[in-house]
């Protein structure tokens, strides 16, 4: 267990050793992708990754336990000998920058090991955290570095991703990789209710390119949308719409964007 100082109070820690820390991925445009922690204690009530908890043997609702993959380095170096190239996207079912990462540096020691391959990395994150990181970001060979922002709204940051920083600390945390020379996006994904124009402002001159897109397991939080209120808000067109405006905001504001569904 963890004391609350770290942020992460109630949680179920794991240390693990695996096999193979770069996995082969159907994710449209990636080959590769490496996720150097099971489970993610920014615990989204959204979280599409929520599915890992079936694989990971515990019990612990998602979102309160973490395995630390504590050899991920030391694989991931002999896995890419024998990888020649490719697109890597790092944080696909875990936060890379959770509040652990802090103390285990797991991501740290995996873009070390990535340095010298000719990988192109992407990775995502909801954390300012990796912003400690930059210095070795910036000796990749190709390199995107992603902040989820989701909304300019901090109160329903608090309603969807109660236990992530804030949207505010990601923007300037963006703004800094972006002004350290790294290539930076900004992921509106899932777009929660927001106010489009002001969102393109904060977003303006910290994001190379935006990608937008909408709620795909809106399932997970039915009963948030209904208890909370905020269902009016959360429907297929209010989220068309508002994706729309962002979109055409940003265009006139000569940042490329795309948004992700139909
Ligand atoms: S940060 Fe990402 S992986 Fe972590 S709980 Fe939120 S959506 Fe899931």
């Not at 489970?39 to 009530?45: D, F, I, L, N, V």
């Not at 989820?148 to 709204?153: E, V, W």
């Not at 236990?163 to 990789?177: E, F, H, Q």
């Amino acid at each position: 267990m963890i004391g609350p100082s770290e942020g992460v109070s109630a949680m179920n820690i794991r240390e693990i050793t695996i096999k193979n820390a770069l996995a082969r991925t159907g994710i449209e445009g990636y080959d590769y992708c490496l996720n150097p922690y099971v489970g993610c204690s920014h615990g989204c009530r959204y979280c599409y990754a929520a599915f890992m908890k079936r694989f990971s043997g515990h019990s612990e609702a998602w979102g309160d336990f973490v395995d630390v993959k504590t050899n991920a380095a030391e694989v991931l170096r002999r896995q890419l000998r024998r990888i020649r190239g490719g697109t890597l996207l790092i944080g696909t079912v875990t936060d890379p920058y959770q509040p652990l990462e802090k103390r285990y540096c797991m991501t740290r020691e995996c873009l070390s090991a990535l340095v010298p391959s000719s990988l192109e990395v992407h990775i995502l994150t909801r954390s300012p955290l990796i912003v400690r990181d930059t210095d070795i970001l910036r000796e990749l060979s190709h390199v995107e570095v992603g902040l989820s922002i989701t909304t300019n709204r901090e109160d329903m940051k608090e309603v969807f991703e109660p236990r992530a920083p804030s949207i505010a600390s990601r923007v300037d945390a963006l703004k800094t990789l972006h002004d350290a020379g790294l290539r930076t996006y900004a992921f509106v994904g899932p777009l929660l209710p927001m106010d489009p124009r002001t969102l393109a402002s904060m977003i303006e001159g910290a994001a190379d390119e935006v990608l937008i897109d909408r709620l795909n397991y809106a399932g997970r939080v039915a009963g948030l949308l209904r208890s909370s209120g905020l269902a009016p808000l959360m429907t297929m067109h209010r989220v068309r719409t508002a994706a729309r405006e962002l979109h055409d905001i940003l265009t006139e504001k000569g940042i490329p964007v795309s948004i992700l569904f139909s």
